[in-house]
C-alpha cells in the first residue's frame, strides 16, 4: 500500500479533483496485500513439504517431495526480527532447472520447523 501512495498523492496533486478517481488504487492494493497474507501457509505431511503462497489474486501450491530440495534458506530482516517472522525459500529440482519456492512472512517458529524438517536427510 505504501507504494501505491506515490502515484496517488502524486494524481491528487496535479490532478486534484480527477486525482481522486486514483483513490481505489489504495483499497486493490490493501485487498491484494490481504489475500497474499490470508493464502501463505505450509504442512509438513509424510515425507513432503506442501507449500502454498498468493500472489496477484492467484494461489500457488506445491508439493515437494523431500529428495527432490536441492537447497533451502531462511531469510529476515531487522524489521521482520521486530515481529518475529521470516521468509523461507526451497529450491526444487525441477527437471533441467531449478524452481525457486518461497513462502513470505511466516512465523519464526514455523520456518525454524521446517528448516529443521529438511536440514534431517533419511
Excluded at 68 to 85: D, E, K, P, T, Y
Aim: hydrophobic share 50%.
Amino acid at each position: 500500500m505504501l507504494i501505491m501512495l506515490i502515484p496517488v498523492a502524486g494524481c491528487l496533486y496535479f490532478f486534484k479533483i480527477w486525482g481522486l478517481l486514483s483513490l481505489p488504487l489504495l483499497i486493490i492494493a490493501f485487498f491484494m496485500g490481504w489475500y497474499s497474507s490470508s493464502n501463505t501457509g505450509w504442512q509438513i505431511y509424510k515425507d513432503q513439504l506442501l507449500m502454498q503462497s498468493g500472489s496477484l489474486f492467484t494461489r500457488t501450491e506445491f508439493i515437494i517431495p523431500k529428495k527432490n530440495v536441492q537447497s533451502f534458506s531462511l531469510n529476515r530482516s531487522i524489521w521482520m526480527a521486530h515481529n518475529n517472522l521470516a521468509h523461507m525459500q526451497v529450491n526444487v529440482r525441477h527437471g533441467n532447472h531449478n524452481e525457486a519456492v518461497e513462502i513470505r512472512y511466516i512465523p519464526m517458529k514455523d520456518a525454524e520447523k521446517i528448516f529443521n524438517w529438511l536440514r534431517l536427510r533419511n
